[in-house]
């Protein structure tokens, strides 16, 4: 069985495993600005790529959006920050399974980071144990034009803006 997984799932599981239970203290500030993010999931489809025009209220408004989606769902997670490379485990539930992260973030200035993250799932979802995701966000320049704060362009060509999806003005 050949294992797919989407965009919103997979940023849905990496949020709520990882930074969506960390506070906006707990990690270095990203500069504002376009970030280009791509996420590899070894049992998934290849390499995905996605684009991001974030500024700091963009960036606070997604750890809050995170933290709602992960309320009642997560423990809370141990968070340790040393210098640039934040640790942080957790457990989640996600209907019948429980979920275990351990993603460790290596941030380069406020220009680019690379997570690591490995979670296991009992019992399994989608037949799997286990899942394992890398991304990599670096800053690529200033927004373009037609692109405002929150809004992200996906790699398959769909785009939609954060700040909408949480009930906000764009």
Request: include cysteine; proline fraction near 8%; hydrophobic fraction near 35%.
């Amino acid at each position: 069985m050949k294992w797919t997984v989407s965009y919103p799932t997979v940023f849905a599981l990496l949020g709520a495993a990882t930074c969506g239970v960390v506070r906006a203290q707990d990690l270095p500030p990203r500069k504002s600005g376009l970030w280009q993010i791509d996420m590899t999931i070894p049992a998934g489809p290849g390499p995905q790529q996605m684009k991001m025009c974030i500024d700091s209220g963009t960036d606070a408004e997604m750890f809050k959006m995170g933290m709602n989606a992960a309320r009642g769902t997560c423990d809370k997670p141990s968070i340790n920050r040393s210098g640039s490379t934040v640790t942080i485990d957790s457990t989640c539930k996600m209907g019948e399974t429980r979920m275990t992260t351990h993603a460790v973030t290596k941030f380069t200035a406020d220009v680019a980071y690379r997570t690591e993250a490995d979670t296991r799932m009992d019992p399994p979802m989608p037949g799997r144990g286990e899942m394992k995701i890398t991304q990599d966000g670096k800053w690529v320049g200033p927004c373009p034009a037609d692109m405002t704060p929150g809004d992200v362009a996906m790699g398959n060509g769909a785009k939609m803006n954060i700040k909408q999806m949480l009930g906000g003005k764009q």
